[in-house]
Structure formats: structure tokens, C-alpha cells
């Protein structure tokens, strides 16, 4: 799960990490209100989008008045913004966060993330903030610094003074700034987080080390331990297909291709897509319903796929252990009359009770088309779809 930039600073703000001061606001009379308070000698409006590449899209901006930034939340307010993170489609601002606009000395990039090739978390750090850390990567990958960090004993004092020092953030200034990095992986363990960016961490004229954006994601499976974090969701930023999968404990990702798969397991889903593309289709989402479903799940999930206008075609690949093949079958059979299928669907079953459930959709009288194995199955509903098409 992610959240906004403002959320993600009162996170920040709880673990002692200074951030600018400022406010969300949905309405320009609300950022009227909050630029009055903060007094500030120079403003930002910020979009408030789970993506990057706001300012560059137009949604980050300065001005010097609360009128003006009233007169900017009414720009952005409402508006669709593409940036490089969004897709074609954009996203729709809904909120904007109006803060002070401190006076930038130098720009720091900075993040703590799961680091899959050590197995452990990790910092991320460079002296060059300000700009797409895939930039700098590819550019100056000599510019990037990593220290990984062992779980077991916790970020080192010793850790959090080579990042400082590998970032220019010595001198007067080097234990506040050791803290600041040693609250920064706290907040990451404490909240289950798996990334935190701080991209710029800013030093302001005045040589204090401030976050002026941020970013957080979090393990979903870990939210159940934080009700407060899992309040901070925004559906609004989410695909309306994924929300309505998750109330019904589906793992469903839209994706671009046409056609629709329903598979039971992560792996066997995963090798569903892939086989899909090899004979020349697209898959249209990843969806794996789980090893204990009903036949109400499997309506469902044939409810979520059919919502995709771009579908032309469905294939369905269960392999019954826990899951029989017969019950699937039944669930297959209600939830096509109920949804009222109008693309085609192949169906392949393997495993608990196969024969049983084959002669269920056979005798069914529905056009379900089977298959004897994956191969065949991805090659039938890749020349479906494209008929229908």
C-alpha cells in the first residue's frame, strides 16, 4: 500500500525527522486558509497523486501569497496529471498540500528499501537529490552509495556516520544528522514499511537537514498490526477492479493485454501469463482466487474480469488439490449465467476430481471451450480472442 506525500510526512514527523510545515487541502478556500497560517515568505502547492514526476507534470509550484495559492489549488483541484509514473491515462488530483518552501542550499536523494539481493534492508543514498535516482543509476551509478543493513542487530551508529559522511552531512551538524538516519530506519522496521524515498532531503541555508518530499510503501500483509497506516489508504488511487478483488480476498493486478485469466496460485498464474504471451496474446490481469474457493468467489471474480472492457477473451486454469475440480466447475457454470458471458472461455482442469468436473461444464450446454493442457489452452483462448476481436 502506498500513501501521499502529507501522509507520509506525519509519519516522518512522528520519528523526529524534520519536514516543512504545511497542510492538505481539498478546497482553494481550505489552501487560502492554510497559507495564512503558515505565514511562510515562500509557498508550494503540491498534487497530491501516488506517483512521481509531479513537478515536471505541472503539479508542483511555487508562489508568495495565500491568494495565489488559492488561485493555484483551483488549477490543480480536479485536474488530470500525466507523469512518467501514471500512464497515459493520468491521475485526477484530488488534494493538495500547501507548505512552506524553505531555501534550498543543496539537494540529497536518500531511502531505505528491501534490498532482495542481500536479503536484508538497505539504504540508498546520493549526493544527487532532486532528480530520478534511475538517472543518476545509469548516468553516474559511482554517485550511489548503499549500506546494508543486518536485521538481526539493528541500523549502527558507525552505519549512519558513513552515510553522513558519504553525503556531505559532517561537521557541526553530524550527530543530529546520525539521528536523523537512525530514526529513519526505525520508522521503516517499526512501520513494516518496504520502501521510504526522501528524494530531495534538502540542506537549507541555515545547514539544517529537512525532508521536502517523501514517500512510503508498506508490506500489505503487515497492516492488520497498523490501523492507522491502513486508514491512510486512498481508493480514489487505486484501480476500481483491484478495491472490489481485495473485498473478497482475491489477489487481482489489472494489466493492458485482452485476455482475462482466473488461476488458482501465484506460480501457476504467473506461468499462465507467460505461456499466453509465448503463443502470441496478451494477458489482461494477474488473478489468483486462492486455494479455498467458493463458487460466490468465483462469481465474483468473473464480475472483476468482465468489468475490463478491453477483454475478448477468458481462460480459466485451475490445478485442484485443496481446491476440486468439481466444485470449481460448479462455480464456473453459476457465475457464467449469472454474469451473462458474452466472450469466450476456456476452461482447463487438472487434478482432484477432473473427470467430474469436465462432465459438469460439458453437461452444462454453456460454450465453455476445455482444454486437455496449458499449451493447448493458451493456444485455444489466444485464437478466441483474436476472433472476437
Known sequence: MNVHEYQAKEILRRYNIPVPPGSVASTPEEAEKIARELRAKKLVVKIQIHAGGRGKAG??????????????????????????????????AHKVFVADAPNIKREIYLSVLVDRTVGRPAFLASTEGGVDIE??????????????????????????????YA??????????????????????????????????????????????????????NALYRH?????????????????????????????????????NGAGLAMATMDIIKHYGGNP????????????ETVTEAFK?????????????????GIMKCDVIA???????????????LVVRLEGTNVDLGKKI?????????????????AQKVVAAAKKKA
Do not use: W
Not at 199 to 214: F, Q, R, T
Not at 284 to 295: E, K, R
Open 59 to 92: 503539479g508542483v509550484k511555487l508562489c508568495d501569497t495565500p491568494a495565489e495559492a488559492a488561485q493555484l489549488a483551483r488549477q490543480m483541484l480536479g485536474k488530470t496529471f500525466v507523469t512518467h509514473q501514471t500512464g497515459p491515462q493520468g491521475k485526477v
Open 135 to 164: 538517472t543518476v543509476a545509469a548516468k553516474t551509478p559511482e554517485k550511489i552509495f548503499k549500506e546494508a543493513i543486518d536485521p538481526a542487530i539493528g541500523m549502527q551508529p558507525f552505519q549512519a556516520r558513513k552515510i553522513a
Open 167 to 220: 553525503l556531505g552531512l559532517g561537521g557541526a551538524e553530524l550527530q543530529t544528522n546520525v539521528a536523523l538516519l537512525l530514526n529513519l530506519y526505525r520508522a521503516f522496521m517499526e512501520t513494516d514499511a518496504s520502501l521510504i524515498e526522501i528524494n530531495p532531503l534538502i540542506v537549507d541555508d541555515a545547514g539544517k537537514v529537512i525532508a521536502l518530499d517523501a514517500k512510503f510503501g508498506f508490506d500489505d
Open 227 to 263: 490501523k492507522d497506516i491502513a486508514a491512510m489508504r486512498d481508493l480514489n488511487e487505486e484501480d476500481p477492479r483491484e478495491v472490489e478483488a481485495s473485498k473478497h480476498n482475491l489477489n487481482y493486478i489489472g494489466l493492458d493485454g485482452d485476455i482475462a485469466c482466473m488461476v
Open 284 to 295: 489482461a490481469n494477474f488473478l489468483d482466487v486462492g486455494g479455498g474457493a467458493t463458487q
Open 304 to 320: 472483476i474480469l468482465c468489468s475490463d472492457k478491453n477483454v475478448s477473451g477468458i481462460l480459466v486454469n485451475i490445478f485442484g
Open 330 to 344: 460448479t462455480g464456473i457454470v453459476g457465475a457464467v449465467r449469472e454474469v451473462k458471458l458474452t466472450v469466450p
Open 361 to 377: 461444464l460439458k453437461d452444462s450446454g454453456l460454450p465453455i471451450i476445455t482444454a486437455d493442457g496449458l499449451a493447448d489452452a
